[in-house]
């Protein structure tokens, strides 16, 4: 349970952060950029706006350019326009895109084959949802811009410049300057890794956060001590490094018990235990039912002490924008953020905060946050934690003293938000609430980034990506090489929920300086609500049966060249023409690998043969054809020096991602 007093959401009332604002958008993308376009029509209109049929500045309506799709957010008022352009790959790059082709090239396939024996698809459009949510926070941040007087009126964003960002962690920890990353190579036993299956046939995921009730359940079910020890290592490292080789005894043990009695055990020993729910399953949940937004963005009461309305820069027919002299040119400059979070999901929901041009301040115990000594190492601090917090202003507090409270209220005290990660419950133990920090600050937006937010229904495992992941339904649509279900270890959630909170706070903060409310406002978002984001293509069937995997969906299949691996996307039909024809002299293929389709594991037809001839011969062949290919990476150290990526990475220690977007 959530420790927020009772709140009044947004959506019941007639003031949205988008009010009177039209949304334009291409009546037919661009190939590959549906699933992208769809999230930010959904978002936007979630927000508040309405369609509209042309441009801020234009009676034409939007359309394609080429691979680009314009976007534009017009306002009521002079200066609230914002544009976007929209592509699939930077600008440069004219080939054909789709998602199959952008998880290839972007690394995905490699990290999330890491667990299955090789680069694998992930069975998913994720690249295009990460970046619609990415479009969605540059068209926020611009409309804030023009609230605040920030000189920024256009925005650029690529699906593979979002994903190069989203995926950072992993190419830092591959080129750290000293000792990077080594994965090591698969294949080992994929029945030694989670899930695990039980004598009645339940597949389950398990998670501990620390060796006790790891060692106690284990133990219990007959496992060697040694086993139980190497595997830990091996458990707790595969947040980090996409893969978890397993000791094989522990999937035997398991295997020897029924589901009932494994839950009696972990409910002895501390460990938290989860059976893969399917997409049938959630369909029958009350969130997707009712199709709640991704965010909770609610307006609290008004200021405790004086009940006054709070001031606001804009809104009203008297419009005038705030100046910020000298501003550069990014929407958040002059926004001071206050974070108190830990791992993924809240780091990264500054980090794009801090990318936008706010100025971070993030609270550490004293010693600092454990993961900044987490190899490996680059420069002074780990690679990984250098992705998501490098250049954030520290402060190291200890919230649990009454001291290191009050310095909190008098961090936040002329901050514009506050955000935390913290378990349910822990903000009020703490006495920083919402109302606990609006008595120093009553304009602060607040912000809690959790797992399962506030969703009825009992109690929920231990909050992690992969426990979300088994119980939310995208573990049922992420399979493995045999088609069973199994959550990716790539921490989906933990990033996109990442995403999603840092849009929902750029919705707020926008609410606030339109003066679409007069209270205080509390923004809450979650690795649930993230799944909800990404499965919703395929949750619409909801009341009408099972739902068909959409048209948008990842396509295609993965084929080894004569020197290499290049997956292939588009249509079969565009596909199979390509193979049969083009002027490049490649022969035809006329054979199969036995492998199975990209994102289509139900199916059993296998891949076309190419190993016939080199992958840039088949690469022209296709791309001639318009049809999407690319060589998928299976080094991902190696993504910094390609031509196509360079220049969206800097190089202080290790290989770090600069941010998805370009304002002008």
């Known amino acids: 349970m959530s420790s927020a007093p009772p709140l009044t959401p947004l959506t019941t009332g007639d003031a949205l952060p988008l009010d009177g604002r039209l949304v334009h958008l291409p009546p037919s993308p661009p190939a590959g950029l549906a699933t992208a376009t769809d999230v930010v029509r959904d978002h936007l209109t979630r927000l508040g706006a309405r369609f509209g049929p042309g441009g801020p500045?234009?009676?034409?309506?939007?359309?394609?350019?080429?691979?680009?799709?314009?976007?534009?957010?017009?306002?009521?008022?002079?200066?609230?326009?914002?544009?976007?352009?929209?592509?699939?790959?930077?600008?440069?790059?004219?080939?054909?895109?789709d998602e199959t082709a952008a998880q290839a090239a972007c690394g995905l396939m490699a990290i999330h084959g890491r667990a299955t024996g090789g680069p694998r698809p992930l069975g998913l459009d994720y690249l295009g949802t990460v970046a619609g949510v990415a479009a969605t926070q540059a068209l926020l941040a611009t409309a804030l811009a023009g609230l605040r007087g920030v000189p920024v009126h256009r925005a650029h964003v690529s699906v593979a410049e979002a994903a190069v960002f989203s995926l950072g962690q992993y190419a830092a920890a591959a080129t750290a300057e000293e000792e990077p990353e080594h994965v090591p190579t698969?294949?080992?036993?994929?029945?030694?890794?989670?899930?695990?299956?039980?004598?009645?046939?339940?597949?389950?995921?398990?998670?501990?956060?620390?060796?006790?009730?790891?060692?106690?359940?284990?133990?219990?079910?007959?496992?060697?001590?040694?086993?139980?020890?190497?595997?830990?290592?091996?458990?707790?490292?595969?947040?980090?490094?996409?893969?978890?080789?397993?000791?094989?005894t522990l999937a035997q043990c398991a295997a020897r018990h029924r589901y009932a009695a494994l839950c009696l055990v972990a409910e002895r020993t501390g460990m938290s235990i989860c059976s893969l729910r399917t997409l049938a399953d959630r369909r029958a949940d009350h969130d997707v039912r009712y199709d709640d937004d991704p965010w909770e963005l609610r307006e609290l009461a008004q200021d405790p002490l004086t009940g006054d309305r709070l001031p606001y820069a804009g809104g009203g027919d008297g419009f005038v924008p705030r100046a910020l002299p000298g501003a550069p040119r990014l929407p958040l400059t002059g926004i001071r953020v206050v974070e108190s979070t830990r791992r993924i999901q809240g780091p990264l929901a500054t980090r794009l905060l801090q990318a936008l041009g706010a100025h971070i301040i993030r609270i550490e115990p004293p010693g600092g946050d454990p993961l900044r000594g987490v190899p490996p190492i680059a420069g002074d601090m780990s690679a990984r934690f250098a992705v998501l917090n490098a250049g954030k202003e520290v402060r190291e507090i200890d919230i649990r003293t009454a001291a290191g409270r009050r310095a909190v209220a008098e961090t936040v005290a002329d901050a514009d938000v506050f955000l935390h990660n913290w378990a349910p419950g822990k903000a009020a133990q703490l006495r920083l609430d919402d109302e606990d920090l609006a008595r120093v600050n009553p304009r602060l937006v607040y912000a809690w980034a959790s797992a399962w937010d506030r969703v009825p229904g009992g109690s929920r495992p231990l909050g992690t990506d992969f426990m979300v992941q088994a119980w939310s339904g995208v573990a049922d649509r992420v399979r493995t090489p045999e088609d069973t279900p199994a959550p990716s270890l790539v921490t989906l959630l933990d990033v996109l929920g990442g995403h999603i909170a840092a849009e929902g706070i750029l919705a707020a903060l926008l609410a606030r300086e339109s003066g679409a409310t007069a209270g205080r406002l509390r923004v809450d978002s979650s690795l649930l609500g993230a799944s909800r984001v990404l499965l919703r293509p395929l949750l619409r069937g909801v009341g009408r049966g099972p739902a068909a995997p959409p048209a948008t969906a990842a396509s295609g299949f993965v084929a080894p060249t004569s020197d290499g691996l290049i997956a292939v996307g588009g249509t079969g039909r565009s596909a199979e023409h390509a193979l049969t024809t083009g002027t490049t002299g490649v022969t035809g293929a006329t054979g199969t690998t036995g492998r199975r389709p990209a994102t289509a594991p139900q199916s059993g037809d296998p891949a076309p043969d190419l190993s016939s001839a080199p992958s840039a011969a088949w690469l022209k062949r296709f791309h001639e054809a318009g049809v999407p290919a690319r060589e998928v990476v299976t080094d991902i150290a190696s993504l910094p020096e390609d031509p196509a990526f360079s220049a969206l990475f800097t190089h202080h220690g290790c290989a770090l991602p600069t941010p998805p977007w370009r304002f002008s």
Do not use: C, M, N
């Not at 350019?65 to 200066?79: F, K, N, Q, V, W």
């Not at 339940?202 to 086993?227: I, Q, S």
């Open 57 to 97: 500045a234009s009676a034409a309506p939007y359309a394609p350019t080429g691979p680009e799709a314009l976007i534009g957010l017009s306002g009521p008022h002079p200066g609230q326009s914002a544009e976007l352009t929209l592509r699939g790959w930077p600008v440069g790059d004219p080939t054909p895109f």
């Open 186 to 248: 698969p294949p080992y036993r994929r029945t030694a890794r989670p899930p695990f299956v039980s004598a009645d046939g339940v597949r389950f995921e398990v998670e501990a956060l620390d060796v006790g009730p790891w060692r106690d359940f284990w133990k219990e079910l007959g496992v060697p001590a040694k086993d139980i020890a190497t595997s830990w290592r091996h458990f707790v490292g595969r947040y980090a490094r996409a893969a978890a080789p397993l000791i094989t």
